[in-house]
C-alpha cells in the first residue's frame, strides 16, 4: 500500500464528517410507534431560536378598536408573509425585463500543457502555457412576443401577490373584529351573569328570612338556593368564554395568549341604527374593491401573457453573439528557448433559430395556455357570484341584527318590569317563590340575550364590511366604531 493511501483515506473521511448525520437516519422501526432521533432534538433547537419576539401590550390601557387593528397589521405574522411574497414577486419582475438586455460575460483561462512531440528522427518534450481573455455578449434581437409575455406574466403575478397581501389585512382585520366583539360579549355577559346572580341571592335571602318568620316553606328555600346555584354555573361558564375570548384576541394581535389586555368595554362602543343603503349598492362596490376578485382578474392577465408566449414559438428567434479574446501563447520545445505569442481574436455572428417540427408540442401548449385563459375567466364569474351571494347574506344578517336588537331590548325591559313586580309581590305574600325564580330566570335571559343582540349587530357589521372589502378602505377605517 502506498504511504499516502491511508492519508487520503482520512482526508475523505474528515470531508464525510458533517454529513454522516443526514446519512445516518434509519427507517423507522415499526409502524406503531413514533419516530424520535438526534436530528428531531437538532430541529426543536432551531425551531425555538427561530421563534419571534411576542407584541408587549400595556396592562393598563384600554385599547380601542382601531388601535387594536393597527396592532394587528404591524405585528402579525401572516402580513410580513404577504409583504415578503410580493417583494419576491416584484424581484421576479425584475428578473423577466433583464431578458430585454444583453447579457456581457468576461472570462480568463491559463493552463500548462505539457505533451511529447515526434520531429525528425526523434521525439521532444514541449511545454506550453496558454493565456486568454474573452469578452462575450448574447442579445435576443427579435423573438415575436416571447420575452413580452414573459414579462407580463410576471407583472401580472405581481398584482397577485399585491392583492393578496391587501386580502391578508382584510382577513385579519375581520378576524381582530370578531375576536374583540367576541371579548365584548363575553365580558356584558359577565356584568349581566354577575348581576342575575344577586338577584337569585336576594331572591334566596327573601326566602331565608320568610321561612324564619314562618311565612315560607323550606322547598321555596331550597327552589332560591337552586336559582343561585345555577347562576354561580352560568357565571363560570361566562368567565371561561371570556378567557377563551382574550387568548383568540391576544393571538390574534401577535402577542402572547397570557398577555393582559383591556378593551373599551360595550357600553362605550357606539352601535348604529340602520344600514344606510341599498343592497344592490353594497354588491357592486363589493365587486369593485375586493381584493380576492382582483387578484382573480389579475390571474386573466398572466393567462393572455401565457398565451402570448406560446404563441411566439411558431416564429423564429433571432440572436447576436460578439466576442473578443485577447491570446497569449508560451511555448519551449526540448532544446530550444521559450517562444511566445500574442493575438486578438474577434467574432460577431447571428443566429436565427426556427423550430420547424416539434411533434405537436407547441400546439398543445397553445392549446393549454388558451384553456387557462378561458379557466381564468370562468374563475372570475363563479367568484363574482359567490361574492354577491355572501354580501347578500351578510347584509340580511345585518338587517336581522337590528330587529333582534329592538326586540331584546323590549324583552329586557318587560322582564326588569316583571322580576320587580315578582318579588314585590312575594314579599308582601301574594306571589309564590316559584313565581319569582321564573321571573329572575326570564331576567336572567333577556340580559344575555340584550348583550348577545348588541354584540351581534357590531359583528354583522364587520362581517359586511368584510364581504364588500371596505374594511381596507381609508374612509372605513376612520369612521370604525
Given amino acids: 500500500m502506498s504511504p499516502l493511501r491511508p492519508r487520503k483515506i482520512l482526508v475523505g473521511l474528515l470531508i464525510c464528517l458533517p454529513v454522516a448525520p443526514f446519512f445516518a437516519q434509519s427507517l423507522l422501526p415499526s409502524p406503531d410507534r413514533p419516530w424520535h432521533s438526534p436530528l428531531e432534538r437538532q430541529v426543536d433547537n432551531e425551531s425555538k431560536h427561530a ?19 393597527d396592532l394587528a397589521e404591524s405585528h402579525n ?17 425584475g428578473i423577466t425585463r433583464s431578458e430585454l438586455y444583453p447579457a ?13 512531440i515526434p520531429s525528425g528522427g526523434g521525439f521532444y518534450r514541449e511545454t506550453a502555457s496558454p493565456l486568454q481573455a474573452s ?29 393578496a397581501f391587501n386580502d391578508t389585512h382584510r382577513k385579519i382585520i375581520f378576524q381582530v373584529e370578531q375576536a374583540y366583539y367576541r371579548l365584548l360579549n363575553a365580558s356584558a355577559q359577565e356584568t349581566a351573569a354577575r348581576a342575575s346572580l344577586e338577584n337569585a341571592q336576594a331572591v334566596e335571602q327573601s326566602a331565608d328570612e320568610r321561612l324564619k318568620n314562618g311565612l315560607a316553606t323550606l322547598p321555596d328555600v331550597l327552589e332560591a338556593r337552586s336559582a343561585t346555584a345555577q347562576a354561580q354555573y352560568d357565571l363560570q361558564a361566562v368567565l371561561g368564554a371570556e378567557q377563551i375570548a382574550h387568548a383568540d384576541l391576544a393571538t390574534t394581535l401577535g402577542a402572547s395568549t397570557d398577555t393582559t389586555l383591556r378593551v373599551q368595554p360595550l357600553n362605550e ?17 363589493a365587486l369593485d374593491q375586493r381584493p380576492d376578485l382582483q387578484a382573480d382578474v389579475s390571474a386573466i392577465r398572466e393567462a393572455n401573457a401565457q398565451r402570448r408566449e406560446a404563441r411566439s414559438a411558431y416564429f423564429p428567434t433571432l440572436a447576436i453573439q460578439a466576442s473578443q479574446a485577447a491570446q497569449s501563447l508560451y511555448v519551449q520545445q526540448q532544446g530550444h528557448p521559450w517562444g511566445q505569442s500574442s493575438n486578438l481574436v474577434n467574432s460577431v455572428a ?31 364569474n363563479a367568484d363574482r357570484d359567490q361574492i354577491e351571494d355572501e354580501v347578500w347574506t351578510a347584509y340580511s344578517n345585518l338587517n336581522t341584527a337590528f330587529r333582534q336588537r329592538e326586540a331584546a331590548t323590549a324583552l329586557l325591559d318587560a322582564a326588569s318590569q316583571s322580576y320587580t313586580a315578582a318579588l ?7 306571589r309564590n317563590l316559584l313565581d319569582v325564580t321564573a321571573a329572575q330566570k326570564v331576567l336572567a335571559q333577556a340580559r344575555s340575550a340584550d348583550v348577545l343582540a348588541r354584540t351581534q349587530v357590531l359583528a354583522a357589521l364587520s362581517e359586511l364590511a368584510f364581504r364588500t372589502g371596505d374594511s381596507i378602505r381609508a374612509s372605513h377605517r376612520s369612521s370604525r366604531p
Fill in 51 to 69: 421563534l419571534r419576539s411576542a407584541l408587549l401590550l400595556d396592562s393598563e390601557k384600554f385599547y380601542s378598536l382601531a388601535e387594536l387593528i
Fill in 77 to 93: 405574522p401572516l402580513t410580513r408573509v404577504a409583504w415578503e411574497n410580493a417583494r419576491a414577486q416584484l424581484a421576479d419582475v
Fill in 104 to 116: 456581457l460575460s468576461a472570462a480568463a483561462l491559463a493552463g500548462i500543457d505539457r505533451s511529447v
Fill in 135 to 163: 469578452l462575450d455578449l448574447n442579445y435576443t434581437i427579435f423573438d415575436f412576443g416571447a420575452r413580452r409575455g414573459r414579462i407580463n406574466a410576471a407583472g401580472a403575478r405581481l398584482l397577485v401577490a399585491n392583492f
Fill in 269 to 285: 362602543v357606539p352601535t348604529p341604527e340602520t344600514v344606510g343603503e341599498a343592497v344592490q349598492q353594497t354588491m357592486d362596490r
Fill in 350 to 380: 447571428l443566429s436565427l433559430n426556427w423550430t420547424v417540427f416539434d411533434g405537436g408540442a407547441r400546439k398543445n401548449r397553445l392549446a393549454e395556455a388558451e384553456a387557462r385563459v378561458r379557466q381564468a375567466e370562468a374563475q372570475v
Fill in 424 to 430: 314585590e309581590s312575594y314579599n308582601y305574600g301574594v
